[in-house]
């Protein structure tokens, strides 16, 4: 078989890839070998960016496949008939870790995907969680900025977490959840996916609901304990992309079950709790879970950074057929996502091929960094004009609606709307077992134990005021095992 012939990025064939240009055997370096400097320069400028969140990921192509007729609720192709399927991508990933950060830390899971679809990209971005921390995005730098580093050592701090939790009741539904075993999943492929967010679907009556995505592993829910998660962290701090890769390449294909649970306008007014407030669940015994299709992840992509480092997702990539809510978070990822795509990757990241829609993509956006005109080539960069044929089509116009409220003010996100106990309670009391809840409390207790400072016992009363109201039984067995005395004062602020 014929050898193929060492290029530069021009295409040049060139011979001199291990030896620089010299003046004699010992001399200096010469700069006209412009062979060494493309191969520097190309090297200093290999990584972009990391993201700000979700640093550390895996990442997988696959198939999506509908299995039930839902086109009663949502005018979307892809959902038009039992059998249709679309190519998928999707990323895993940590939160609040870096790039090398290890796959097993306690940290809820991004669960991002995009679907291909012939009406564009529909990406689904949620985590392995039903809910989150917080109900505003304005938030969320704040609450960030305590999951990272203390600016002066640079190290993590248990101190600032739990100083920002307990001073903001509204995260402990999503606190309770971390600090269980499903804070530490076995890997990717052993843990549900949500879109957590309330989003909306039209159908081709214009009519709209409510709903909410899961997806249900079927492989069987499996998380590690504190201590296992703190061992193979050690061990392997990459067990979660490792496990993805031999499952995959061992034709071993992790699915998913796609469900959606429905909502109607009459009863989102109705509902006992803000239906667009994601630190809230929906419980299923009201709005019971709809299948809807079936995910499976079978290709690993050739090249990690092209793929899964550049994969770029974002809430405001819709379909026809499926929308957002007045969601506050929702709302502030539509921009702030899409955002950091534009300065992580590029203008142009939507070129990409794993951010490309496989379909006809007809528009007037041009230039900026790294464009490529091989599709739109000399075609008009405006609109209207007398030379193209694309014009816009009715059918996609957005749904119309009636706000509540003409009103605008910044309303305080709790007014009216802060009961952040009943469903941690009802967490911890009735989905919980009674290994589950001894996991907590033990990893609760191992991460309360690392606060410190001036503020120490502050931040753990005001923490375990919290634990109380959501339920009695875990602030006793929290406050016995960090040591601190109860008294009725404290249960009785506590209700």
């Known amino acids: 078989m014929d050898s193929k012939k060492i290029t530069l990025s021009n295409g040049s064939p060139y011979f001199e890839h291990q030896d620089s240009q010299t003046v004699g055997p010992r001399g200096p370096v010469l700069l006209q070998d412009f062979i060494l400097q493309e191969n520097l320069a190309h090297f200093v400028r290999e990584r ?20 039930h007729d839902i086109s009663q609720y949502t005018k979307a192709k892809l ?7 679309c190519k998928m991508f999707a990323r895993f990933s940590t939160v ?3 790039k090398g950060s290890a796959d097993t830390a306690r940290d809820p899971r ?3 995907l995009k679907f291909y679809t012939e009406d564009g990209n529909w990406d689904l971005v949620g985590n392995n969680t039903p809910v989150f921390f917080i109900k505003d995005a304005k938030k969320f730098p704040d609450f960030i900025h305590t999951q990272k580093r203390v600016p002066k050592t640079n190290l993590k701090s248990a101190t600032m977490m739990w100083d920002f939790w307990s001073l903001n009741p509204e995260s402990l539904h999503q606190v309770l959840i971390l600090m269980s075993d499903r804070g530490t999943p076995y890997g990717y492929r052993h843990m549900h996916g949500f879109g957590s967010h309330t989003f909306s679907m039209i159908n081709e009556k214009n009519e709209r609901v409510w709903v909410k995505f899961h997806l249900k592993t079927k492989q069987g829910i499996k998380n590690f304990s504190n201590d296992d998660a703190v061992n193979m962290a050690g061990k392997n701090p990459d067990f979660a992309q490792e496990d993805l890769c031999n499952a995959i390449e061992n034709g071993d294909f992790p699915k998913w079950t796609m469900y959606i649970q429905v909502m109607t306008e009459e009863q989102a007014r109705d509902f006992r709790w803000n239906p667009f407030d994601i630190t809230k669940v929906w419980f299923q015994k009201d709005f019971p879970l709809i299948e809807v299709g079936e995910m499976e992840l079978n290709e690993i992509p050739v090249n990690y950074f092209a793929h899964v480092e550049q994969s770029t997702f974002s809430p405001s ?11 506050k978070m929702l709302q502030g990822r539509l921009f702030s996502y899409p955002d950091a795509h534009r300065y992580r990757v590029g203008v142009n990241a939507h070129q990409l091929e794993v951010n490309r829609c496989p379909f006809a993509v007809n528009n007037y956006q041009r230039d900026g960094f790294m464009a490529d005109s091989s599709y739109y080539q000399d075609k008009p960069n405006y609109f209207p004009n007398s030379f193209d044929d ?5 059918s996609y116009k957005n749904h119309e609606y009636e706000l509540d409220s003409a009103h605008v003010a910044s309303y305080n996100r709790n007014e009216n709307d802060d009961d952040h106990y009943t469903q941690p309670g009802l967490l911890y009391s009735k989905a919980m077992s009674g290994e589950d809840r001894e996991h907590l409390v033990n990893n609760i207790v191992t991460s309360m134990k690392e606060i410190s400072g001036p503020k120490k016992d502050e931040i753990i009363n005001r923490q375990l005021c919290h634990f109380f109201r959501a339920n009695i039984e875990l602030g006793m067995k929290v406050a016995s095992q960090l040591s601190v005395n109860i008294d009725a004062n404290m249960i009785n602020h506590s209700k």
């Open 96 to 98: 609040g870790g870096e």
């Open 48 to 67: 972009i960016p990391e993201r700000i969140v979700h640093a550390k990921g895996s990442g997988a192509y696959g198939k999506f496949t509908v299995t």
């Open 390 to 394: 694309i014009k816009p089509d009715s």
């Open 79 to 85: 959902f038009s008939a039992v059998g249709n399927s």
């Open 317 to 327: 990539n819709l379909i026809n057929g499926i929308s957002f809510s007045p969601d």
């Open 110 to 112: 991004g669960f991002a």
